[in-house]
């Protein structure tokens, strides 16, 4: 069973997941929309820092590619305490794909086999890295303010992979960007929200011999460079 491109890298894209290895000399994609306003820095107004993420949250993104056209929903499950991370993609039109995520570096990407084809499919990657931590934007570079889906945003950039916008007066993050050209805008965002226990298990599919087994290229959309862990 042969995967699309296009099916692994929707978590290649937010989430909530930055490559395996550091990307170099890359520039940030073109937008319009991205418009950074630099401020006089002075003594009385220190530069702002990232704010960390709740342990637990719950999250409605939608996702859309500016190279390609490609557009999706992300219902993103983080659990921090339980080590893992939940990305239910659902492609336009498509197929709902569960990214399943493990802060022992293994992943399941997989199809439930609901609807008409009645396929199943489940592919298991294994990463270097766990998934993102809370505090994974420390170190960022701050560019400035921006708005962005009508809100007025501190901008920050880390490892030339993520442009990472948060509200200014919430703190709540508004629109991530990646290098790929993928861009999150996030809909709804519910601290403290817990996904409950059976929805983590990966269907029994997933451990036959038919599921296939990878080291991927790049990563799913909450997992670091390894430089930034």
């Known amino acids: 069973m042969a995967w699309p491109r296009t099916s692994l890298r929707l978590s290649i894209a937010l989430i909530l997941s930055l490559t395996l290895?550091?990307?170099s000399?890359?520039?940030?994609?073109?937008?319009?929309?991205?418009?950074?306003?630099?401020?006089?820095?002075t003594e009385e107004t220190p530069e702002p820092i990232p704010t960390p993420w709740p342990e637990q949250f719950h999250a409605l993104m939608v996702m859309n590619n500016t190279n390609k056209p490609e557009?999706?929903?992300?219902?993103?499950?983080?659990?921090?305490?339980?080590?893992?991370?939940?990305?239910?993609?659902?492609?336009?039109l498509g197929k709902l794909l569960h990214d399943?995520?493990?802060?022992?570096?293994?992943?399941?990407?997989y199809t439930l086999g609901?609807?008409?084809?009645?396929?199943?499919?489940?592919?298991?990657?294994?990463?270097?890295v766990g998934i993102l931590r809370p505090n994974w934007?420390?170190?960022?570079?701050?560019?400035?303010?921006?708005?962005?889906?009508?809100?007025?945003?501190n901008v920050w950039e880390k490892v030339d992979f993520i442009w990472y916008y948060e509200d200014v007066v919430t703190k709540r993050p508004i629109?991530?960007?990646?290098?790929?050209?993928?861009?999150?805008?996030?809909?709804?965002?519910?601290?403290?929200a817990v996904l409950e226990d059976s929805k983590w298990q990966a269907p029994a599919?997933?451990?036959?011999?038919?599921?296939?087994?990878?080291?991927?290229?790049?990563?799913?959309?909450?997992?670091?460079?390894?430089?930034?862990?």
């Open 21 to 23: 290895i550091v990307v």
């Open 25 to 41: 000399g890359r520039t940030m994609p073109k937008r319009e929309t991205l418009n950074i306003v630099l401020g006089e820095e």
């Open 71 to 92: 557009l999706q929903v992300v219902d993103l499950w983080y659990d921090w305490p339980n080590g893992c991370n939940l990305n239910l993609i659902q492609n336009q």
């Open 100 to 109: 399943v995520e493990w802060d022992n570096g293994t992943s399941y990407y």
């Open 114 to 128: 609901v609807g008409d084809d009645g396929g199943r499919e489940c592919c298991i990657m294994h990463f270097p």
């Open 137 to 153: 934007l420390e170190g960022a570079n701050y560019l400035g303010q921006s708005y962005v889906d009508g809100f007025l945003c």
């Open 175 to 192: 629109h991530w960007l990646f290098f790929t050209g993928m861009s999150a805008h996030v809909m709804t965002f519910e601290v403290g």
């Open 205 to 229: 599919h997933c451990f036959d011999k038919q599921a296939e087994h990878g080291t991927p290229e790049q990563t799913s959309l909450l997992r670091p460079p390894v430089a930034s862990v």
